[in-house]
């Protein structure tokens, strides 16, 4: 298999740097690669270690929101265009979903954010911003993931800024190999801003981005030719990046959504809650 996008090898990094939150990107160039139901299901494995994790989706599809049921709170409840727009503040739209679990879920609105904000100066850094003039709130939490939106949009730059590291799911195919690319191609456009960012404001926070995690999702291997041929590409393109606990194709994961349940709760013995039990203690050793 030839990947038509260069990239560069990337050596093992410190992701976090003893940060309180550990803030997580968990981005894709394409959709249907299970970006929201590893943000949800990672997510819950770690509270279910103790951990203390929101998900804020970036998402105008507000797939989380869906997940659990909780869209016919828009409108009772700020959702994540208010925080961006700062309307309200993030605690004003939380939303507790689980033990050690909250939510900001998206709404349509996004889609407007994007078409008005999209090329405004500095508009990349609302987010990263917000996060900042609320870190006292935000340091309650052990991890935050953002749920970001399959496009390049300002708010997959947003994410990409605010956030200390991305995690990328991956089908073991070509367009999805190649996404990851992509994905570093625009990782390696964002730092360069960031250096221009520095030059014009030397007192600023700004932290290099990186991929930390690559997460190998739906992994049939029955199809073991495929697999390990698109596996093989990954671990030489990014050395140490795949993750070692792959999610397996599971189709208990298939109903999760239609019931309001995750994993862990509609099918604690399957696979796919062992997998995703798994990958949270990987990333719990993430430093």
């Known amino acids: 298999m030839e990947i ?4 560069k090898k990337i050596s093992k990094q ?27 299901n990672l997510s819950a494995s770690l ?19 869906l997940f659990f049921g909780v869209q016919d709170y828009i409108g ?12 309200t503040t993030p605690d004003k739209a939380i939303i507790r979903v689980r033990e050690n679990f909250d939510l900001i879920q998206g709404n349509r609105m996004l889609a407007k954010f994007v078409m008005e904000k999209g090329i405004e100066p500095g508009s990349g850094l609302i987010l990263k911003n917000i996060m900042d003039e609320n870190a006292s709130f935000f340091r309650q939490y ?10 390049h949009s300002i708010l997959h730059l947003n994410a990409l800024l605010a956030a200390h590291t991305t995690f990328v799911p991956l089908i073991c195919d070509f367009f999805s190999v190649n996404g990851v ?49 698109a596996l093989d590409v ?8 795949l993750a070692s606990n792959p999610i397996r194709v599971c189709s208990q994961l298939m109903d999760c959504p239609e019931k309001h349940l995750l994993i862990g709760e509609l099918a ?20």
Do not use: C, W
């Open 47 to 65: 509270a279910k270690k103790g951990k203390k994790v929101l998900v804020m989706d970036l998402d105008s599809q507000n797939n989380t929101g």
């Open 181 to 229: 690319a992509q994905i570093q191609q625009t990782i390696d456009e964002v730092n360069q801003n960031i250096d221009l960012l520095k030059e014009y404001d030397p007192e600023g926070i700004y932290s290099y981005m990186n991929i930390g995690l690559i997460i190998a999702n739906m992994l049939d291997r029955r199809m073991r030719g495929r697999v390990d041929k």
């Open 14 to 40: 410190t992701l976090f740097h003893n940060s309180t939150p550990r803030i997580i990107a968990i981005v894709a160039h394409k959709g249907g690669v299970g970006k929201s139901t590893i943000a949800l």
């Open 234 to 241: 990954v671990k030489e393109m990014y050395p140490l990046k």
């Open 142 to 151: 052990d991890y935050v993931f953002f749920d970001s939106s399959p496009s």
């Open 4 to 7: 038509s996008a260069k990239t």
């Open 268 to 287: 604690p013995s399957s696979t796919g809650s062992e997998d995703f039990d798994l990958l949270a203690e990987e990333v719990l050793n993430l430093v």
């Open 76 to 87: 009772k409840i700020p959702t994540m265009s208010d925080v961006l727009y700062q309307t």
